[in-house]
T-cell receptor
Framework: AQSVTQLGSHVSVSEGALVLLRCNYS??????LFWYVQYPNQGLQLLLK??????LVKGINGFEAEFKKSETSFHLTKPSAHMSDAAEYFC??????????????FGKGTHLIIQP | GAGVSQSPSNKVTEKGKDVELRCDPI?????LYWYRQSLGQGLEFLIY????????KSGLPSDRFSAERTGGSVSTLTIQRTQQEDSAVYLC????????????FGPGTRLTVT
């Protein structure tokens, strides 16, 4: 079975500073990996996904993530934080079973706080 | 095009009552998923439908929970004899048979059991 660990339930950065949200996964087969963002009282929006192509993935709103198999990590970064980035971020994994599409396994989430 | 829609957006019910939550997936999406988001448990997978295949019910927490998908489109999640621990936001997502099977989420239904 797969699992996801997000280090830090809350991360606070200053506006303009680097954003780094950590995600480590556990999977016995090559995974698909995702980062989702959730704004208050809204559903989840996909930021980016890794599907076994390029290991450095660029997403929306200036976010990117790098898949590192040796570290079983998929950390999310953004060079310069903006106030509008304040939200809850979820890392998720889905096993590439090649057959049916299993449900996503999510991490507990990281609440990103942007300090003015 | 239109995204995933869910209704109602909020539902307050008394303990012991049955509730039905509805999900309208993106047109043409063959896969539909239900998740539950609660403070204590985070985001949990509940059930998955793919086309006309038998659903994957492996995430349903008890036999009080059931779901159906009519005509391969609209889905209804039913919770019987609701308990206070059922209070959560119920999210629906849909996807298509593309690489990565990216899931698009609806806004959720906030269920409060009093």
């Amino acid at each position: 079975a797969q699992s996801v660990t997000q280090l830090g339930s809350h991360v606070s950065v200053s506006e303009g500073a680097l954003v780094l949200l950590r995600c480590n996964y556990s999977s016995s087969v090559p995974p698909y990996l995702f980062w989702y963002v959730q704004y208050p009282n809204q559903g989840l929006q996909l930021l980016l996904k890794y599907t076994s192509a390029a290991t450095l993935v660029k997403g929306i709103n200036g976010f990117e993530a790098e898949f590192k198999k040796s570290e079983t990590s998929f950390h999310l970064t953004k060079p310069s934080a903006h106030m509008s980035d304040a939200a809850e971020y979820f890392c998720a994994v889905r096993v590439n079973s090649g057959g049916g599409a299993d449900g996503l396994t999510f991490g507990k989430g990281t609440h990103l706080i942007i300090q003015p | 095009g239109a995204g995933v829609s869910q209704s109602p957006s909020n539902k307050v019910t008394e303990k012991g009552k049955d509730v039905e939550l509805r999900c309208d997936p993106i047109s043409g999406h063959t896969a539909l998923y239900w998740y539950r988001q609660s403070l204590g448990q985070g985001l949990e997978f509940l059930i998955y439908f793919q086309g006309n295949s038998a659903p994957d019910k492996s995430g349903l927490p008890s036999d009080r929970f059931s779901a159906e998908r009519t005509g391969g489109s609209v889905s209804t999640l039913t919770i019987q004899r609701t308990q206070q621990e059922d209070s959560a936001v119920y999210l629906c997502a849909s996807s298509n048979r593309d690489r990565g099977r990216e899931q698009y989420f609806g806004p959720g239904t906030r269920l409060t059991v009093t």
